[in-house]
């Protein structure tokens, strides 16, 4: 069934319909959505939401205006995108679009909704004042991006001071040489809660760098690791993705450590002339972090950005 909606008098807006994401909808879309998502666009998986508002008319003249993709991991619906032609923006298109696809995810059990946006985005300004408007939690900092050129961090005195130093009480390998008996190790504290799940190191493998490093303890524990990932948005980068270190006392200092480390094989290897910027990526909650970034980091950025996370009861 389609929600239509007519024209506002004060609008140039043509009249449109919201429809369920069909194959054509979905090529017409990839025009509008950012580009991580578009391959989410296709598909008849019911724990994931696709819309599109479509301007009426014949076959010729029938358009995409705005399109919006959620997902739902019960109790949670997640907007992944939201996104409208610009030269339609402000006209309604994005408050439509997220009505009509929060009320299908409360349909569909859905209790909670969220959604994250970042600070450079230019209609940022737009969807703060939507998101306030509909009934959305303020906006809480997530992740912190950062960029510069490797070298720049890499030359100061604290991470040549660390590398001479090496890692304490544990053995830094390539997470290539991962074992399946690690991964499980990993993979059973996080689910324990005893290592954090929103650095985890399994987040987007398919992009793995070969930069990235673990940690081992000396009892055979992986008790830290930095992976790094190729960027498809930005063929330059490669992002500091998902760094930890193990917070008993006898592995402090590690932070600093596998930061310079990663940085230094990043410098020395051949990735560096095809990928010359280093693009930093630290959870706001993760502070031991944080910590290393504000004290080792900050002051040799080039460039950075924050995201922001809303939320929403949906009942």
């Known amino acids: 069934?389609?929600?239509?909606?007519?024209?506002?008098?004060?609008?140039?807006?043509?009249?449109?319909?919201?429809?369920?994401?069909?194959?054509?909808?979905?090529?017409?879309?990839?025009?509008?959505?950012?580009?991580?998502?578009?391959?989410?666009?296709?598909?008849?998986?019911?724990?994931?939401?696709r819309l599109a508002a479509v301007a009426q008319g014949d076959s010729a003249t029938r358009r995409v205006l705005g399109a919006i993709l959620v997902e739902i991991d019960q109790p949670n619906a997640t907007v992944l995108s939201l996104a409208v032609a610009p030269e339609f923006r402000r006209r309604g298109i994005a408050r439509a679009l997220l009505e009509r696809a929060l009320k299908q995810a409360e349909i569909q059990g859905a209790k909670r909704a969220c959604l994250s946006f970042v600070s450079r985005m230019p209609q940022v300004t737009a969807l703060k004042a939507l998101l306030r408007s509909t009934g959305w939690s303020e906006p809480a900092p997530r992740i912190l991006?950062?960029?510069?050129?490797?070298?720049?961090?890499?030359?100061?005195?604290?991470?040549?001071?660390?590398?001479?130093r090496g890692p304490r009480?544990?053995?830094?390998?390539?997470?290539?040489?991962?074992?399946?008996?690690?991964?499980?190790?990993?993979?059973?504290?996080?689910?324990?809660?005893?290592?954090?799940?929103e650095v985890s190191p399994f987040w987007d493998e398919g992009n793995?760098?070969?930069?990235?490093?673990?940690?081992?303890?000396?009892?055979?524990?992986?008790?830290?690791w930095l992976a790094c990932h190729f960027v498809p948005q930005r063929p330059g980068s490669i992002r500091f993705s998902r760094s930890f270190c193990h917070a008993e006392t006898a592995f402090r200092g590690n932070g600093a450590w596998i930061m310079a480390a990663a940085l230094g094989r990043h410098v020395n290897s051949s990735l560096h002339q095809s990928h010359p910027t280093v693009l930093f990526d630290v959870d706001?909650?993760?502070?031991?972090?944080?910590?290393?970034?504000?004290?080792?980091?900050?002051?040799?950025?080039?460039?950075?950005?924050?995201?922001?996370?809303?939320?929403?009861?949906?009942?």
């Not at 239509?4 to 990839?30: K, N």
């Not at 991006?145 to 001071?161: D, G, I, N, Y």
């Not at 290539?176 to 689910?191: G, H, M, N, W, Y």
């Not at 793995?208 to 830290?224: E, K, M, N, T």
């Open 169 to 197: 009480n544990a053995i830094a390998f390539d997470w290539s040489d991962l074992t399946p008996a690690d991964r499980a190790f990993v993979e059973a504290e996080i689910a324990a809660g005893r290592y954090p799940q």
């Open 1 to 49: 069934m389609t929600v239509p909606f007519s024209t506002p008098a004060v609008s140039p807006c043509p009249p449109y319909c919201i429809h369920p994401m069909d194959p054509w909808l979905a090529q017409s879309a990839a025009s509008v959505v950012f580009p991580h998502y578009r391959n989410h666009l296709n598909g008849t998986d019911p724990a994931r939401i």
């Open 145 to 164: 991006f950062a960029e510069t050129a490797p070298q720049q961090v890499l030359q100061q005195a604290w991470a040549q001071r660390v590398l001479s």
């Open 284 to 315: 706001e909650r993760n502070t031991a972090m944080m910590t290393v970034y504000r004290r080792r980091i900050a002051p040799y950025i080039d460039s950075s950005y924050q995201s922001y996370l809303v939320a929403k009861d949906l009942c």
């Open 208 to 224: 793995i760098a070969p930069v990235s490093l673990g940690l081992r303890a000396a009892d055979g524990r992986v008790v830290g």
